[in-house]
Every structure is written in structure tokens, then in C-alpha cells.
């Protein structure tokens, strides 16, 4: 078990090399709707900043834009940033699919970048501070993860060749100063895919881990809640899951329906320990836990008490549907021998009804319960007893 716990989370298995995303699609999906909403506060913060910065560049540009209308149309392209910025933050709350979510943020940056590209021309050609900025953005990109890596490829490679070009064949650089640009364009995508590659690769093991986390979780929940030989809840369940019929019983109240708590107890089941041994009363547990099972709806539960006792509910039901099921239950005990060969004689059972009222306590109707189940068994077991909880006359079958 514990293999197969430390193979689920193998990122090996479950996550591609370079682009850090699951191999299962589904699985991917599920992650990155998972992240969604993160991601949307990210960006949303990010492009606030974005648009805060840009009227603080403005004060500066008119040091480095080109003289004459070039000042204008730096103007106007910082304008479409923020303009863009505005969209964005209007759109971004709205987003409810990682699918429109990488389109949305994939166009603005592009736009973003085609911006930025074209603001690079209004500048004098010997300057070449702006490139500092563009290294920093798209640093920022691939490590915030705010995109999947072959979308942040796909932006940073495009900038990159363009302001490449732009260097080479625009700006009147010195060569030094032109392989210098041109390295720290190239090195800044090389970081930045190492450091995007720790990072998807980082929060999908983290995803990973917590999924398993969740199963583990489930199974032990399972465990504590489910009787090792029958396989249906137990006591500990029953407690727990009490609240439900309550809130049940509270809600169909007045109604002439109820939910019904059944308490059963397998006639002289020490006897049959004693006389065939207890393989074959466990086989007996097992049998009835079927058998009962079979006669009831999905929504109604059987629960083992403990040793051959047993609470089956019964949820928005009638008294008449609760004792035809109790009574069908002793007819077909009576008339085999729950398909176990070494027993030569029926298995018999006595029951104890009672509704759950909206005043009851877990321990309330059990007690009520018991009550009723021991009136059977003074009777002479293979019976029932309907107890009403209130001052009336009890039923007996």
C-alpha cells in the first residue's frame, strides 16, 4: 500500500518534463480550475500595479522620447496600456474557465508587448535602459506561473526576436552594447523557463501531494466508519451521522411520514458461536447485513452495533412501509437458512421500531429503541415491537 501511495505521487508519473503540465488531461483540468481563482487575484493585483506605474513613467519620458511628434505617440501608446489595463481589470472577475482565463491574459500581454515594442522606436537611439525593464517583465511572467509555460514561451520568444531586431536594425548602439542586450534578452528566457519550470512543476507535486492527502484521508475516515467483517458503518458512523436523521425527522414533522430507527438482534447468536463455531456466525453477520440491505431504498442505512446487533434506518418513510419491511425481513429469516449450508435450522431476529422524534437525543431513541427490542424478546422473539415515543399503545407482531 505504501508503494502505491509513493507511485501516485510521483511527479515522474504524472508530470511532463519541460512543460511541467499532468499528462492526464482531466487531471489537468482539474488543477488548473483549482488555481483559478488565485490566479485571477494575481493578475488582477498585478495589473492595478501596472496601471499605477505607467503615468509615474510618464513623468520621466519626456528625458528620452525623440523631439517632435514622437512625444505624442509615446504618450498615446502609454495610454493604450493603461486603457488595456482598465479592460483587463473589468474582464478578469468575470472569468469562470482557465480556457478564457489564458486567452484574456495571453491578448493583454500580447497587446502589452506590441506596446512596449512600439514605444521602443519614440526613444532616443542611443538609449537602452528600457531593455532592463522588458528583462524584468518577462522574468516576472514565467516565475509568477501566471500563465502555462508554452504561453509564456510563446510571448517571451516573440518579444525577445522583436526586440532583438529592433536592437539590430533601429537603435544606433555601440556592438558591445548591442551583444550586451542581445544576452541579457537570451539569458533572461533561459532563467525564466528554469525558474517557470520550478514553479509548475513545484505546485502541481504540491497538488499532488494534497490529493493524496485527501484520498489517505478518505480511506482512514472509511476505515474508522465501516465494521471490518460486514463492510456497512458502524456505531461511530451512526453517531456521526445521527444530525441527518434529525434534521429529517424535524422537517417531515407533522407529516405522516417519519424516519424510523430499527433496532435488530439476531435470536440465540451465542448458540450458534457455541454449536458451529464463529466462522460460521461470521458468516451469519455477513448474510443478514445482506439480506437487509436488499429489502431497504439507497437512502436508508444499515448499521452493526456491535456483535449481533444491528440499527437499520429507515428515512421519509410510513409506519406501514417500516413494519412490511420488518415483517418481510422475519418471513424470509424464517424461511432459510440464509444460504449457509452447515446450519440446519432458521436464523431468527427480533426487532424494536420507534420514529425519531424532534426532540430526540442519539441516546433518546436508542434507549426507546432497546425498549422495544427487549418487549420482542420477552414475547418470545421472531417478532417486532413498535414503540411510538409518545403515550399511546404500542404495536406487536
Request: charged share 20%; hydrophobic share 45%; glycine share 4%.
Amino acid at each position: 500500500m505504501q508503494t502505491d501511495q509513493n507511485e501516485s505521487i510521483d511527479p515522474k508519473l504524472h508530470i511532463e518534463r519541460f512543460f511541467s503540465v499532468f499528462k492526464n488531461v482531466k487531471k489537468e483540468h482539474l488543477f488548473r480550475q483549482g488555481v483559478l481563482p488565485k490566479h485571477r487575484r494575481l493578475t488582477f493585483k498585478l495589473c492595478i500595479f501596472v496601471a499605477v506605474a505607467m503615468p509615474i513613467f510618464m513623468l520621466s519620458d519626456y528625458m528620452v522620447v525623440k523631439p517632435g511628434s514622437w512625444s505624442l505617440f509615446l504618450v498615446i501608446q502609454r495610454l493604450l496600456q493603461i486603457a488595456s489595463c482598465l479592460v483587463f481589470l473589468f474582464l478578469i472577475p468575470r472569468i469562470r474557465s482557465h480556457s478564457s482565463y489564458d486567452a484574456l491574459v495571453f491578448a493583454t500581454l500580447f497587446i502589452f508587448f506590441v506596446l512596449l515594442e512600439m514605444g521602443s522606436f519614440t526613444f532616443h537611439d542611443d538609449y537602452a535602459l528600457y531593455a532592463l525593464f522588458d528583462i524584468i517583465i518577462m522574468i516576472c511572467l514565467y516565475a509568477s506561473g501566471i500563465l502555462p509555460l508554452k504561453l509564456s514561451l510563446i510571448l517571451c520568444v516573440y518579444h525577445t526576436l522583436v526586440a532583438i531586431f529592433i536592437v539590430l536594425l533601429v537603435k544606433k548602439l555601440l556592438i558591445h552594447d548591442q551583444i550586451i542586450m542581445i544576452l541579457g534578452y537570451s539569458f533572461s528566457n533561459g532563467a525564466g523557463i528554469v525558474l517557470a519550470i520550478a514553479h509548475h512543476r513545484t505546485t502541481r507535486q504540491e497538488f499532488l501531494l494534497q490529493q493524496s492527502l485527501r484520498e489517505s484521508t478518505l480511506q482512514l475516515k472509511q476505515l474508522a466508519y465501516r465494521d471490518s467483517l460486514t463492510n456497512v458503518h458502524n456505531r461511530r458512523a451512526f453517531q456521526d451521522h445521527f444530525i441527518e436523521f434529525e434534521r429529517m425527522a424535524k422537517r417531515v414533522q407533522g407529516e405522516q411520514n417519519n424516519v424510523f430507527l430499527i433496532a435488530a438482534d439476531l435470536d440465540h447468536f451465542k448458540s450458534i458461536n457455541d454449536n458451529f463455531g464463529h466462522d460460521v456466525g461470521d458468516k451469519v453477520l455477513v448474510a443478514f447485513t445482506a439480506l437487509a440491505e436488499s429489502l431497504i431504498r439507497p437512502q436508508d442505512k444499515v448499521y452493526r452495533f456491535g456483535g449481533e446487533e444491528f440499527i437499520i434506518i429507515l428515512q421519509d418513510c410510513h409506519l406501514g412501509i417500516a413494519t412490511k419491511r420488518v415483517e418481510q425481513m422475519i418471513r424470509l429469516l424464517n424461511e432459510s437458512c440464509l444460504g449457509i449450508e452447515e446450519l440446519t435450522t432458521p436464523v431468527t431476529c427480533s426487532f424494536g421500531i420507534t420514529p425519531i422524534l424532534s426532540a430526540d437525543t442519539v441516546d433518546s431513541v436508542c434507549i426507546r429503541a432497546d425498549e422495544a427490542l427487549y418487549v420482542a424478546k420477552n414475547n418470545g422473539r421472531n417478532q417486532y415491537c413498535y414503540d411510538s415515543g409518545l403515550d399511546e399503545k404500542n404495536l406487536n407482531s
